[in-house]
């Protein structure tokens, strides 16, 4: 039996996904109705979504205490949005939380090898609340 056969006999949802030039997993998904471009990225800690996106899909956010770190930058100001819906594909998730940060050095570094932007990166809070499983060789995940 294979990989696919076995995690959607048991009600797993497979989600396609693209490699960049980066290396990194890109997929499309909705954040309360409205389309966006995430990245795949199981060293983030929690899924976030760019500052300046948060109008774009209608997040109502408050003050956070954490300060964000990462692809490069250090001690970021962020907010906080959450109970948001997430759609991927025909699966759909109602409490959704992201943390909103500013992703302009991700995009530049997105850019400069020719990829579109992106609006979020999906972590491990989010993987591993829905268990997903990654299948590298198949360009794809699973989420239960």
């Known amino acids: 039996m294979q990989l696919r056969q076995f995690l959607e006999a048991k009600g797993f949802y497979r989600i396609p996904l693209k490699k960049l030039n980066t290396g990194h ?12 471009n995430f990245i795949l990225d199981t060293g983030a800690s929690n899924s ?7 109008s774009y899909f209608s997040l109502i956010s408050e003050e ?19 109970k948001n819906k997430f759609t991927i594909g025909k699966w759909k998730v109602q409490n959704m939380d992201f943390v909103l940060f500013d992703l302009s050095h991700v995009n ?4 400069q090898v020719e990829e579109e932007s992106i609006h979020g990166i999906i972590g ?9 499983v990654i299948d590298y060789g ?5 989420v239960l």
């Open 25 to 36: 997993y890109l997929f499309s998904a909705l954040i309360n109705s409205v389309q966006g």
């Open 48 to 54: 976030c979504v760019g500052l300046t996106d948060s």
């Open 64 to 82: 956070s205490l954490v300060k964000a770190a990462g692809a490069g930058a250090i001690n970021m100001e962020t907010m906080l949005s959450r």
């Open 108 to 111: 530049e570094a997105l850019e």
């Open 124 to 132: 491990a809070d989010f993987l591993k609340s829905h268990r997903a």
């Open 138 to 142: 198949r360009n794809c995940f699973y």
